[in-house]
């Protein structure tokens, strides 16, 4: 070979090079133009060809604003009973419309107006509950889970929940309900980080909705579930949670029965005898970065396991919990230091109820309104106290509040929301 051959060849290779690699970018900027033109056009091909009315949006919820207004129907397509003891009922619900379901985070839950008759007092009246989705995203339906409250042990003659009854006994398939939006502050975000749920009796619900979105996408996201709950009859979701168990080797299930039966077998129905506690999770868990989702009775779990947390060590921003009430939730408690601040200030406020003809001192030592005047024996309605479905709505007379998280929900002018609100200043509120 020559010496201009050889230099011919060398110039033709590296021409061959550039020319490809040329042709390589051209054709990935193209892609990119094409993304971005599809999607200024309206048209995104991995989207399905559904038409997307202002309303409702497709895709998720944006960020604190809700995924459609006001009241949507809902049309119960099935109903399914979950544990042996018959106390908790999951309800299916399709949109009447037949739109697009906008999605939602796992965690969230669904505002229900009802009408419902007092069977004592035979008045009929709005009744405002929230419940917790217990399914995962991306489904054609939302599937809440109900547990029906029953009345207190030393008086059975009372009646049990009204909400809650009223599912369960007067609901049936192809009723149509009132529903707002998704919305809650406690919800899992998507990441690959390890993950602790812990759940006590029907605080099951949520963990549900996490367990089954991180397990859906077939992730290797280490999860583990604390489960309490008093004994098989109790078991909720018995087998769905077994054949998870069973079918992902990333998913941890820790079943904890307080008072198991004598049928119970320990190491097939439950793995801990006893309560889903900090001792059993120092016993079982590595020392890893989790993060820990806590949701249950507050006296149960709120008020032991997440005080437990931090003392082992676990940094805030791991812990992220939320209450069950009868029936509803309840947003965690304001750091002790907040309380003690106010306290320290100069000034405490006086919130007059005006109906109820009482007026009482902020001394900082409930979270919000609602709870003071829960506290003070004024009745007013609640719902998710969160600030995501109304029912706290009350007309402000006079004065001036602020909230400690802001609103899912839209006061109407004038009023506000008494579960996240706090008195700025002397206030008189209509109820
Ligand atoms: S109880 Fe739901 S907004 Fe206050």
């Known amino acids: 070979m020559t010496t201009f051959q050889l230099t011919f060849y060398i110039f033709a290779a590296a021409f061959l090079q550039i020319t490809l690699f040329s042709l390589h970018a051209f054709y ?97 009246k709005k009744v405002i509950r929230c419940y917790s989705l217990s399914d995962r995203p991306g489904l054609d339906h939302y599937r809440v889970s109900i547990k029906r409250i029953q009345p207190p042990e030393k008086n059975a003659n009372l009646p049990g929940g009204l909400a809650s009854s009223h599912f369960h006994d007067a609901v049936k398939q192809g009723d149509v309900l009132d529903v707002r939006a998704p919305s ?93 506690d900090i001792n059993r999770l120092r016993l079982t868990l590595a020392l890893k970065p989790y993060q820990f989702y806590i949701c249950g009775p507050r006296n149960i779990k709120l008020e032991t396991i997440v005080p437990a947390l931090d003392e082992w060590g676990v940094p805030d921003q791991n812990i992220h919990y939320e209450a069950f009430g009868p029936a509803s939730l309840s947003k965690p408690k304001p750091q002790k230091s907040l309380i003690q601040e106010e306290k320290n200030g100069a000034e405490p406020v006086m919130v007059t109820f005006s109906k109820s003809g009482k007026t009482i001192t902020w001394d900082g030592s409930s ?20 600030g995501g479905c109304g029912a706290c709505q009350t007309t402000i007379e006079n004065g001036e509040v602020e909230y400690s998280q802001s609103p899912d929900f839209d006061p109407e002018p004038g009023s506000c929301l008494l579960c996240i609100s706090r008195p700025k200043r002397d206030l008189t509120l209509v109820v």
């Open 28 to 124: 990935r900027h193209w892609q990119v133009y094409q993304g971005v033109k599809n999607r200024l056009s309206g048209f995104d091909p991995a989207l399905p060809c559904e038409p997307v009315e202002d309303e409702i949006l497709p895709i998720g919820t944006v960020e604190n604003q809700p995924a459609w207004a006001g009241l949507r129907k809902f049309q119960v397509i099935s109903k399914v009973i979950e544990d042996k003891s018959k106390s908790v009922c999951s309800f299916h619900l399709a949109p009447v419309d037949g739109k697009l379901l906008p999605q939602f985070k796992p965690g969230q839950f669904l505002t229900f107006e009802l009408k419902i008759t007092n069977p004592v007092s035979k008045e009929r």
């Open 184 to 276: 809650g502050h406690f919800f899992m975000e998507a990441s690959n980080r390890p993950v602790v749920l812990i759940a006590g009796g029907i605080g099951l619900t949520p963990m549900m909705s996490m367990l089954n979105t991180s397990l859906q996408v077939k992730s290797s996201q280490e999860i583990w579930l604390f489960y309490g709950v008093r004994n098989s009859a109790d078991h909720v979701m018995k087998e769905h949670l077994e054949s998870l168990a069973e079918e992902h080797p990333n998913f941890r299930l820790q079943i904890c029965y307080s008072k198991p039966l004598a049928k119970d077998e320990l190491g097939t129905d439950y793995q801990h005898k006893g309560r889903a």
């Open 367 to 386: 979270d919000s309104l609602l709870e003071l005047a829960e506290s003070s024996g004024v009745n007013v309605e609640s719902g998710c106290r969160a």
